[in-house]
């Protein structure tokens, strides 16, 4: 198949496709760039047609970092009480229950068959689903009304908790595809703008560069990762060596301790040199304070043993 003629192939929607902090980045490069030479009555109208499509897509693309934002606090909310879950809650409750019916009896095993798995394993929905079922099984008994009382009560802030996370998502989604409605008319006004310099400097078509953010657009990089890190585990973020003028910013939306580092070696545990997270809380670092920048793999460890940890790192 003949290959598409490189010219007419957009530079800018191939370089943000997967990015929309580099399509903020470019368009506010291009935009600032117009507005400075719109004495020029050629550049204010160029200038006048792009920077509304440059609002536009500013405005969606904080809109949906917001809501990012709000979706991490759902999360970290949810983790929260999971976390509680599978430590405090389900020990309290199976010591409460052991306390009127001994491990082993029939009773025992009518309400806790398989003891503390199903509240510190599986999916979110099944652990609070366990709660539930032991709030049934409990259902009537006088002499454990006490025990049904918190675990219908945690049940319920569970399970709200649940909600509003699964909500959250769905917010964050309307509004990452309201930011590519925004992205795609941005790329095609400045790809279009592109055409329109280099005729004005046909005879010199580097004139035209000033205008665009050429390394952003020919080498574009991934600036945003987010994952997660299974307990016990050391997680291979990226492979890249930094500059020594990079930051990142490092975030942990979720209920455990977080190690940043760099590493010689993909999956190495980390050694000296470590940023550390508590559950919650952000930090942007020069990327030297992770270690060596001859070291190319970008890591994170969760040293807890029992829940899996979330991770946010930014390139700025």
């Known amino acids: 198949m003949k290959r598409p003629w490189i010219y007419l192939i957009n530079p800018m929607l191939v370089a943000t496709e997967e990015s929309y902090r580099l399509a903020v980045r470019i368009s506010t490069w291009h935009d600032s760039a117009l507005l400075a030479a719109s004495a020029d009555p050629y550049f204010l109208v160029l200038y006048n047609i792009y920077h509304p499509l440059h609002l536009s897509l500013v405005a969606k693309y904080d809109a949906w970092r917001a809501q990012i934002g709000l979706q991490q606090g759902a999360t970290l909310n949810l983790n929260q009480r999971l976390s509680d ?132 657009i020919r080498n574009p990089k991934q600036v945003l990762f987010t994952g997660i890190v299974k307990k016990l585990k050391a997680k291979t973020i990226v492979k890249r060596t930094f500059e020594a003028s990079v930051n990142l910013k490092l975030e942990n939306p979720g209920v455990t301790v977080l190690k940043f580092y ?21 930090q942007t670092v020069p990327a030297s304070a992770l270690g060596n920048l001859a070291d190319p793999y970008l890591m994170d460890f969760n040293p807890d043993a029992i829940n899996d940890g979330n991770f946010v790192v930014e390139v700025v």
């Open 85 to 216: 879950l599978s430590g405090i809650k389900i020990r309290e409750w199976d010591i409460d229950i052991q306390n009127v019916y001994p491990q082993g009896t029939p009773q025992y095993m009518a309400l806790l068959p398989n003891r503390r798995t199903p509240f510190q394993h599986g999916t979110q929905n099944d652990r609070i689903q366990a709660v539930q079922s032991l709030s049934n099984a409990i259902d009537g008994d006088a002499a454990l009304a006490a025990v049904k009382a918190d675990v219908d009560a945690f049940y319920t802030l569970s399970n709200n908790a649940l909600t509003a996370q699964k909500g959250s998502i769905t917010v964050t989604k309307t509004k990452s595809d309201a930011v590519e409605t925004a992205r795609v008319p941005m790329c095609v006004q400045q790809y279009a703008n592109l055409g329109d310099l280099i005729k004005k400097y046909a005879a010199d078509p580097a004139q035209a560069n000033q205008y665009f953010d050429e390394e952003a």
């Open 262 to 282: 760099l590493a010689q070696v993909k999956g190495a545990q980390p050694g000296a040199t470590v940023v550390t997270l508590n559950a919650g809380e952000q």
